[in-house]
């Protein structure tokens, strides 16, 4: 009786069907990460647009917008707090009292959801601190201002941006990554700070060197509440801030996209590498007159 022979794989298919395999797993990889990305954008997208309707309802309550920052330094998301459902933090701060007193100290460690970007691995700056990812325009919110919807939007609510998000500092004193330290100067520095003032210090790599920014979203100065745009975004110059009172700064991403709140409640995905700094200032001042560029 004659035994038929068995057909078996030769090395040549095992490697084809192999690198099949390998081919398949790093396509199923790269769409999982793709939708997780989307994920994540998309949720913080939806706190930015959360912040921003909070703007307006505090608008319609009080008949002007938060102050960026107020004499005790507390920030606008603060004032927003009972209008993002936190009630019971906003309950537990008191205003008559600097945001950094021991009487606010459990408000200030509490972390917000809505105030943090899934997009940034890091969530937390200081552990007596809940951090922030979403800085307010200071074109609109600064010291004691006392802006209002919509008259001071001559520009459109739809053409100017309220609230930008950015990556947070990661604590170290050391210039390793701009988007992560900024340069911290004195007040007294504020006058003469222009874009390239950073440099030289940055350089240095250790001497005014901070690394926490948007550290607590109680904290409403420059760099930790507010921002200017005097930087195009993701620039690879370095943040300054003059004591918080102001300075030169933008918003920082991981990847080229900038996720920007506009007055309107909308949110838009803005490419850094794309957008011109012409438009993006425009797009910051809410009464400059002019028309935003065909890169917006």
């Not at 838009?268 to 590498?273: H, Q, S, V």
Request: charged content about 25%; some cysteine.
């Amino acid at each position: 009786m004659r035994t038929q022979k068995r057909s078996a794989f030769s090395t040549y298919d095992l490697l084809a069907i192999l690198l099949i395999v390998i081919f398949l797993l790093a396509f199923l990889i790269l769409a999982v990460q793709k939708v997780r990305e989307a994920a994540t954008r998309i949720s913080s997208m939806n706190n930015l647009k959360q912040m921003v309707l909070a703007m307006h309802s505090y608008n319609d309550a009080n008949g002007l917008l938060p102050p960026g920052v107020d004499d005790n330094n507390f920030s606008a998301a603060s004032k927003l707090l009972p209008y993002i459902e936190q009630f019971q933090v906003y309950n537990g701060i008191d205003f008559k009292k600097g945001f950094d007193d021991k009487a606010n100290a459990k408000a200030k460690a509490t972390v917000i959801k809505t105030f943090l970007s899934p997009r940034d691995p890091i969530q937390s700056v200081r552990d007596d601190s809940g951090a922030t990812n979403y800085l307010f325009n200071d074109f609109l919110f600064f010291r004691n201002s006392k802006s209002k919807i919509p008259q001071s939007f001559p520009d459109g609510l739809s053409n100017t941006i309220a609230i930008g998000e950015t990556l947070k500092g990661d604590g170290k004193a050391k210039a390793e990554d701009v988007k992560r330290q900024y340069v911290l100067l004195g007040s007294a520095a504020l006058r003469g700070v222009k874009p390239d003032s950073g440099k030289s210090y940055w350089k240095e790599g250790v001497k005014n060197i901070a690394g926490d920014r948007c550290a607590s979203w109680m904290d409403g100065r420059f760099l930790q509440g507010t921002f200017n745009g005097k930087l195009k975004p993701n620039d690879e110059r370095p943040d300054v801030s003059c004591g918080g009172e102001g300075g030169v700064s933008t918003l920082r991403s991981l990847d080229d996209n900038i996720l920007l709140g506009l007055g309107d409640g909308s949110v838009r995905l803005e490419n850094a590498k794309t957008l011109t700094f012409t438009t993006w200032s425009n797009a910051l001042d809410p009464a400059d007159g002019q028309v935003l560029g065909p890169d917006w």
